[in-house]
């Protein structure tokens, strides 16, 4: 079946460090792709999303690239904030159960 | 205007008892989700209905048992809560069965004593 996997965290960064969280993907056929961000206390909101093979993402100044040949979708910051300090969730759409999750990786952006 | 909108937000209650958690969206969508977090934050899918009807019902104990009165409305019963029903539940919406982009509610903190 469908299955997501992601860096296990915690991961911890400092304030303007460069971010990649990495997910890769086993599916059949071919999948949309997906990063949600948890902000403690809160539901899940879409970050960004792709559709199709070479399709970018971005939102909030983060990207992530829809690789077919390597089976990922990486996420990438180029400077983070403390603000971004959240669980990130890689998830793939496309199978009869709707959205496959990964296990989430939760960021922490110190000062 | 919330989008989908969950209450309560948090639950305790004590082992036994039988509760109900309710999910509206005013999203005008046709299928809604009821997702488990559990505390390593974990999400698997409960349940989906499309325009009320149950299309997704994964390996979930019958104590649990959704109703959807209409498509804009989502509810969760548990019968003879236990302590591992503890989780946070998500409800969630799209488009269509088609549209794999969901947007979720806020979430409810079930805490089973």
């Known amino acids: 079946g469908d299955s997501v996997t992601q860096m296990e965290g915690p991961v911890t960064l400092s304030e303007e460090a460069f971010l990649t969280i990495n997910c890769t993907y086993t599916a059949t056929g071919y999948p949309s792709l997906f990063w949600y961000v948890q902000y403690p206390g809160e539901g899940l909101q879409l970050l960004l999303k792709a559709t199709k093979a070479d399709d970018k993402g971005s939102n909030k100044g983060f990207e992530a690239t829809y690789r077919k040949e390597t089976t990922s979708f990486h996420l990438e910051k180029g400077s983070v904030q403390v603000s971004d300090s959240a669980v990130y969730f890689c998830?793939?759409?496309?199978?009869?159960?709707?959205?496959?999750f990964g296990k989430g990786t939760h960021l922490i952006i110190q000062p | 205007d919330t989008a989908v909108s969950q209450t309560p937000k948090y639950l305790v209650t004590q082992m036994g008892n039988d509760k109900s958690i309710k999910c509206e969206q005013n999203?005008?969508?046709?299928?809604m989700y009821w997702y488990k977090q559990d505390s390593k934050k974990f999400l698997k899918i409960m349940f989906s209905?499309?325009?009320?009807?149950?299309?997704i019902n994964e390996t979930v104990p019958n104590r649990f048992s959704p109703k959807s009165p209409d498509k804009a409305h989502l509810n969760l019963h548990i019968n003879s809560l236990e302590l591992g029903d503890s989780a946070v539940y998500f409800c969630a919406s799209s488009q269509d069965v088609a549209d794999y982009e969901q947007y979720f509610g806020p979430g409810t903190r079930l805490t089973v004593t």
């Open positions: 209905y499309n325009n009320k009807e149950l299309i």
């Open positions: 999203l005008g969508h046709d299928t």
């Open positions: 998830a793939l759409g496309g199978g009869a159960d709707g959205l496959t």
